[in-house]
């Protein structure tokens, strides 16, 4: 019986038997094509192989189960993921045709920004999803202002100080606040899409974020960073947003960061973010209570000479920023990390320590440990 075959191939895949799971699952492929059980089973392998390939091709057999819609949305992230640009840029305008898929939704009679030139117009820009697109982005509002008039950015109000530190952003305009008359818009996710980017174009000219003037917790910032004048000071973060989809796998348990505590010369600094417990580093000082926007945490991480994260927003930033970053990635990683490489074309100073399977993050930190004892 199919379920029992599968029952036995998932025995496999939990010993880490791979190639006996294989053996069972590819044949089924035949006798029960529409066995749900079966193609997650199939994609689990196919990551834990590394075999890219066999999970594009086994996505391509889910797709045809999805609307086009969804089913191109989802190619959009195996084309990124692989890099192929500017294809997967294109199809990744199809999340704006999935009811639910961007958040928030925003309709304007204003005609949409096509990329050209807008002399003597208005150009609004808007955030889509989480804080690190809106980082992301942004490097793009030069290239923008490059082609036209004035440029105005909706932005979240936590970022909003930041992002007007961005050149090519003539004015911000905090979410919520009404918004002044326009001609023209677009969602910064879909610069990349009417810039056509590729690999080789991705603009990566660092810092094109910087501190602002204002900093409502300046003082005690400082004096936080003034305790350790004459060290290095690393930053840290192993949790991102409880609310994010994939949270349980880019989180880490912090009780693996004890394996930095030998690592020679470091001042340890927390930036994260709705936690009680700290992890086991010795001296560690919390930056929590402190960072109530990110215009705190820029002023924080300009006096960081490291930052090791996990992938949230304080990636982007300390990357938008040129503050060096140790990136630590699930196995199956966020398009935009793509796939083998250790450096990143988004952000220069930014280095990818990856799982090697599917939760160890005891590797990852690992290697981190005796990079930096190495120096």
């Known amino acids: 019986m199919v379920s029992d075959a599968l029952n036995q191939a998932e025995k ?85 045709r999935i009811p ?32 690190g697109d809106t980082f992301m982005f942004l490097r793009y509002a030069p290239l923008v202002k490059a082609r036209g008039g004035r440029v105005m950015l909706l932005a979240q109000k936590q970022l909003a100080a930041v992002a007007a530190t961005c050149r090519g952003i003539d004015e911000v305009i905090v979410d919520g ?103 086991p580093l010795p001296g560690l000082i919390s930056m929590a209570p402190v960072l109530t926007t990110f215009a705190d945490t820029a002023y924080a991480l300009s006096g960081m000479d490291l930052v090791i994260t996990v992938d949230t927003a304080l990636a982007h930033l300390a990357g938008a920023m040129g503050i060096p970053v140790l990136l630590m990635v699930h196995f199956q990683p966020d398009f935009r990390w793509m796939l083998h490489r250790e450096d990143s074309p988004w952000y220069p100073s930014l280095r990818i320590y990856r799982q090697p399977s599917p939760g160890d993050w005891e590797s990852v930190l690992m290697r981190i440990r005796q990079d930096l004892s190495e120096g």
Request: aromatic share 10%; net charge neutral.
């Open 177 to 279: 606040q009404p918004l002044p008359s326009f001609d023209l818009h677009l969602p910064l996710p879909s610069l990349p899409h009417v810039f056509r980017t590729e690999l080789t174009t991705i603009p990566a000219e660092i810092p094109y974020l910087d501190v602002p003037a204002a900093v409502p917790q300046r003082e005690r910032i400082a004096q936080r960073l003034a305790a350790t004048e004459g060290k290095i000071r690393v930053a840290c973060a192993w949790a991102g947003s409880p609310n994010h989809a994939r949270d349980k796998e880019r989180s880490i348990p912090r009780k693996l960061f004890k394996l930095l505590e030998t690592v020679p010369g470091v001042a340890w600094y927390s930036f994260q973010f709705g936690v009680m417990n700290e992890p």
């Open 100 to 131: 639910g898929k961007v958040s928030p939704s925003r309709s304007f009679s204003q005609p949409r920004w096509q990329g050209e030139t807008f002399e003597g117009k208005t150009l609004l820009l808007y955030f889509e999803q989480g804080f």
């Open 12 to 96: 496999h895949l939990k010993a880490g038997q791979l190639m006996e799971a294989r053996a069972i699952l590819e044949p089924l492929l035949v006798e029960a094509p529409e066995n749900v059980r079966l193609h997650r089973l199939l994609a689990d392998l196919y990551i834990r192989q590394t075999d890219w390939q066999g999970l594009r091709k086994e996505m391509e057999r889910q797709l045809g189960q999805h609307p086009p819609d969804v089913a191109e949305y989802e190619r959009s992230y195996l084309s990124l993921l692989f890099g192929e640009m500017p294809k997967g840029w294109d199809q990744w305008e199809s999340r704006l």
